[in-house]
């Protein structure tokens, strides 16, 4: 059974920083590229940052500069640092895996807040 949760989300306050984290089991984790979307409320899911399997990272052009993600294939984990936070970085974000082309794997989420 493929597993993808998430954890590490939070309130924070405007100009702060949060690393969330997303354990996966039941994959070949290196074998997968890795993304993080989120989704607001009222607002489409938006792809935040992806990472391929050598480790070729992308980002919304939204936080560029601001988020980092990574991978630690020994931990099956994917992080993603992100600092700066601004209150329209305020969503649910959940983590997905991709084999050949597709999304094929989901997490449920962790909400995080961006709020003074």
């Known amino acids: 059974q493929v597993q993808l949760v998430e954890s590490g989300g939070g309130l924070v306050q405007p100009g702060g920083s949060l690393r969330i984290s997303c354990a996966a089991s039941?994959?070949?984790?290196?074998?997968?590229?890795m993304g993080w979307y989120r989704q607001a409320p009222g607002k489409q899911r938006e792809l935040v940052a992806s990472?391929?399997?050598?480790?070729?990272?992308d980002y919304a052009d939204s936080v560029k500069g601001r988020f980092t993600i990574s991978r630690d294939n020994g931990k099956d984990t994917v992080y993603l640092q992100m600092n700066s936070l601004k209150p329209e970085d305020t969503a649910i974000y959940s983590c997905?895996?991709?084999?050949?082309?597709?999304?094929?794997?989901w997490g449920q989420g962790t909400q995080v807040t961006v709020s003074s």
């Open positions: 997905a895996a991709a084999g050949l082309s597709n999304w094929d794997y």
């Open positions: 990472i391929t399997r050598d480790k070729t990272t």
């Open positions: 039941g994959i070949v984790f290196s074998f997968y590229n």
